[in-house]
């Protein structure tokens, strides 16, 4: 398995812009994570998904935020309009939740710039 | 809300000795608790899992202790090589809630030849 996949990997745009990120899980995995890492914040979780249902976005920053889980495979997280304080990197993770070890695997992640 | 605190200052210690980070949480009594590895540019890596059960795990060169009356945990890199060198995060695994982990601001370890 190629492990999460994550794009793009970096991203620079202009306050104002939409900005999408996308995400494909490990393929079996019930359970989708989206982190936002900064130095002054560590890592934060956003949003998560069960079998493709949003389970607590009480992480998501404002309504600027907004994630989707179409089907098992596919993810994004959305950014509109997009503001310089969300200069980040942005994870994805997936998981078999609750189960053994219950580890998260997590993508390479994408830097966000906001200018 | 949950609160999860790890050594807030870099760590330099010398090639071949014991390295050992904490990680100190309240109001939370989880029952398993995890470890994740960082390297720069890139995301966490699981290395161990710890339940509150278990006083003590080991994998290779690695050792987790989990105290859960002082609701503290230990993590310990015996004869730490350069290669050791990283952050290391530490999480409340909530597995009862949907799989969900908190994690803690990481350590940043540096291990000197």
């Known amino acids: 398995d190629a492990g999460v996949i994550q794009s793009p990997r970096h991203e620079v745009t202009e306050m104002g812009q939409e900005v999408t990120l996308r995400c494909k899980p490990i393929?079996?995995?019930?359970?989708l994570f989206w982190y936002r890492q900064t130095m002054m914040r560590g890592l934060e979780l956003l949003i998560y998904?069960?079998?493709?249902?949003?389970?607590?976005d009480s992480g998501m920053p404002e309504d600027r935020f907004s994630a989707k889980m179409p089907n098992a495979s596919f993810s994004t997280l959305k950014i509109q309009p997009s503001e310089p304080r969300d200069s980040a990197v942005y994870f994805c993770?997936?998981?078999?939740?609750?189960?053994?070890?219950?580890?998260?695997?997590f993508g390479p992640g994408t830097r966000l710039t906001v200018l | 809300s949950q609160k999860i605190e790890q050594n807030s200052e870099a760590l330099n210690i010398q090639e071949g000795k014991t390295a050992t980070l904490t990680c100190n949480y309240t109001?939370?009594?989880?029952?398993?608790l995890q470890w994740y590895r960082q390297d720069p540019g890139r995301g966490p890596v699981f290395l161990l899992l710890?339940?509150?059960?278990?006083k003590e795990k080991r994998k290779e060169r690695l050792k987790v202790t989990f105290d859960t009356t002082l609701k503290q945990s230990l993590f310990h890199i015996t004869a730490s090589q350069p290669a050791d060198s990283a952050t290391y995060l530490c999480?409340?695994?909530?597995?009862?809630?949907?799989?969900?982990?908190?994690f803690g601001q990481g350590t940043e370890l540096s291990v000197k030849p």
């Open positions: 993770a997936s998981s078999l939740a609750g189960v053994g070890h219950n580890e998260q695997f």
């Open positions: 393929s079996g995995h019930n359970s």
């Open positions: 998904f069960n079998n493709n249902v949003p389970i607590d």
């Open positions: 109001n939370y009594s989880p029952a398993y």
């Open positions: 710890i339940r509150e059960n278990e």
């Open positions: 999480a409340l695994d909530m597995r009862n809630q949907g799989g969900k982990l908190i």
